[in-house]
């Protein structure tokens, strides 16, 4: 079994694996992989594409899905003893919870895979998801000059991540205060986005939102990218906030169906974490 708690606790290989894993599910590949088998979910109400599509995901492989509410994971009880006795049931812990140390203890003590799926530290699946469509619209995914528009939080540290194991040219774009380290930074939207081919944004708080303006990613500020660029931005994302009306209805926005593969991409995490991380 292979844990999947940052996207660095994978290669570059490892990543590419896991697509290929994808690309056989979409073939018809994997039928009733998880037949008699059971995932185990934590998640919140207001979840709704990533559990959407992991309960989904789950059913499509021939598997259960049990679910709780992240809250499950607060109480008195020690995680080393929570995980030992879903050990006896359970085959995968799909975990969306706040504290990503919460997951590391977890994956410390589970005798069954633990996949995260978002704490406010990162949001592996959901990155690795928009890799993985990149790299069915674009040429060479990871030759692509990349601009995070957004805070330094969960969205932005998995880009960062990203970028670590694959070696992708990325900058951010965003106010002061607000900056990821060791990331070259700009702090106009207009600067940051000349030469770049994929722009991806996360919403902006509420206590730094009437100081954005200058990284707010429009259509005028797309239209001075590179040819053929793609916006991305992270959903739940608000229309005039981090991004305008006007990017999101021009031809550079991914679209709803850039999303379409995060389905088929946690089917593959999960394979490829049950499998051990081994080569399929």
Not at 118 to 141: G, V, W
Not at 190 to 203: F, H, L, N
Not at 239 to 250: H, L, P, T
Request: net charge negative.
């Amino acid at each position: 079994m292979k844990d999947f708690i940052r996207l660095t606790d994978l290669t570059k290989d490892d990543i590419f694996n896991i697509f290929s894993i994808a690309d056989r599910i979409s073939s018809g590949g994997y039928k009733g992989f998880l037949n008699e088998k059971t995932a185990v979910m934590f998640f919140p109400q207001s979840s709704i594409r990533t559990r959407v599509t992991f309960e989904k995901g789950i059913w499509l492989l021939g598997g259960q899905s049990i679910l709780f509410p992240p809250e499950t994971l607060d109480k008195k009880e020690a995680l080393c003893d929570v995980c030992g006795y879903l050990g006896n049931w359970a085959d995968v812990l799909i975990v969306r919870h706040k504290d990503i140390t919460k997951l590391e203890e977890m994956a410390e003590h589970s005798p069954v895979p633990v996949i995260n799926g978002m704490t406010d530290f990162n949001h592996p699946c959901e990155i690795l998801s928009d890799l993985y469509a990149l790299s069915k619209m674009r040429e060479d995914f990871t030759q692509d000059k990349y601009l995070f528009c957004g805070k330094n939080a969960n969205i932005g540290m998995s880009w960062k991540e990203a970028a670590s194991v694959l070696g992708l040219d990325l900058v951010q774009c965003c106010c002061e205060g607000c900056e990821m380290a060791d990331i070259p930074v700009y702090y106009d939207i207009y600067e940051a986005i000349s030469g770049r081919d994929i722009v991806c944004t996360d919403s902006i708080p509420a206590y730094i939102s009437d100081e954005s303006d200058e990284c707010r990613v429009t259509r005028k500020a797309m239209d001075m990218a590179n040819k053929g660029a793609v916006l991305n931005p992270c959903p739940p994302f608000f229309r005039n906030e981090e991004v305008s009306a006007d990017a999101i209805d021009s031809v550079h926005f991914a679209g709803y169906s850039f999303k379409k593969h995060l389905l088929t991409v946690q089917q593959a995490i999960i394979i490829y974490c049950m499998n051990g991380g081994a080569a399929l």
